[in-house]
């Protein structure tokens, strides 16, 4: 069963940063399409980013400028950079590709 596996989340003040990783197989990293979402207690699942297997990037509007997606395909490894966060940061944060989804981390943005 292929999967994704998120890690890097936590409790974090108000402009502090954090850098979630997902790890998964080389077949979905080679040429996939790699995305970001999150979803904050009792609303839907949103879009936060992506990156092209050649490494163009997009974002939603409410991340750009701080939020980094990056990708190492030699190691089969996801990032999103988040720095200068804010409390409606906060939510579960799941990668996804190829229709497979990780078990998401969460990420806490508290003072």
């Known amino acids: 069963q292929v999967q994704l596996v998120e890690s890097g989340g936590g409790l974090v003040q108000p402009g502090g940063s954090l850098r979630l990783s997902c790890a998964g197989p080389e077949s979905i990293f080679s040429m996939s399409v790699m995305k970001w979402y999150r979803q904050a207690p009792g609303k839907q699942r949103d879009f936060v980013a992506l990156?092209?297997?050649?490494?163009?990037?997009n974002y939603a509007d409410s991340v750009k400028g701080r939020f980094t997606i990056s990708r190492d395909n030699g190691k089969n490894t996801l990032y999103l950079q988040m720095n200068s966060l804010k409390p409606e940061d906060t939510a579960v944060y799941y990668c996804?590709?190829?229709?497979?989804w990780g078990q998401g981390t969460q990420v806490t943005v508290s003072s």
């Open positions: 990156i092209t297997s050649g490494g163009t990037t």
């Open positions: 996804n590709a190829m229709g497979v």
